[in-house]
């Protein structure tokens, strides 16, 4: 009967975090879109870590909005990540958030273990899989921009680009941790995107992305993940993916996790400290993809109910 509990507690977690608020054409096709394919990834996400006799969860996160001078890493994705990291702390499951200048100083006097992205850290965990807290089990990408395809029918100079939803080439300002989800690797990946251009998008056939997001045939992430999270707000994805393995280990959540005060603190220090800006807007405002925090926060609430 719990086992039944737990899954159903886990499609009601999916589903509040399978909306597309911010209208970016997620499920512009009523049958197959963004959030209809990999209806299991979820609870195969959750499950993975939650089920892992010893796991070691590696985090990348950070995702530059050159559309601004100088460019700066947006909210959506640091934050969540943050959330995830505090979240599995208290789980006692170790991990690292591995970020570059797209995160900025958004992680510096918090209690994650912290990793910059680097040639020298791209190439030990390809080689490896080791972190400066052990062997990698699993590696979830939050928010993180991936590179486009190669195919004829995009112009040659977005080929191989990590491209913004506008068409902005951002490689130049991207480290290549995309690196880390490709090829042979004895750990678990984990996608976590809400706009067809994130690391893990690449497991939804392109023509799908094509036909429901705006540039999707010019912007799509050709990388793919073993679970792929698609959400409203890849934060959210975060929140859930932390929740859902809360639940499977029957370890009840503190309720701090889900104020709204704290997690707007936290925001607020983002902006202020790492000069992040919202990603839709561009500002440096308090809030995550132009929605207000009033807004954007009943997620994270309705997830500490469940």
Partial sequence: MNEIQNQNRLKKLKALIQVDIGQR???RDPYENLFTLFPDDFERACSSIANHPHPVVGI???FMIASIDPPRGETDGPLGAY???RLLNYLQIPNIVLTDEASGDAFHRTEVNLCRLDQECIQNIRTTGETPIGQLTHLISIERCGPSYSESDIPEQSRNRCLSMKGIDI???TQPAHLLFEGHRNYTTIGIGDGGNEIGMGKIPRSVIQKNI???MLIACRIAADHL???GVSNW???ALGAGIAILRNIPIPSDFFDPMREQEKLINMVENGSLVDGVTGKKQYTVDGIEFSEYIKVLVEIGKI
Avoid: D, H
Wanted: no cysteine.
């Fill in 214 to 216: 705006p540039l999707g």
């Fill in 25 to 27: 054409g997620l499920a």
């Fill in 83 to 85: 959330w995830l990291s």
């Fill in 60 to 62: 990348v996160t950070g």
């Fill in 237 to 239: 994805g975060a929140y």
């Fill in 171 to 173: 490689t130049n300002f």
């Fill in 229 to 231: 999270i698609t959400s």
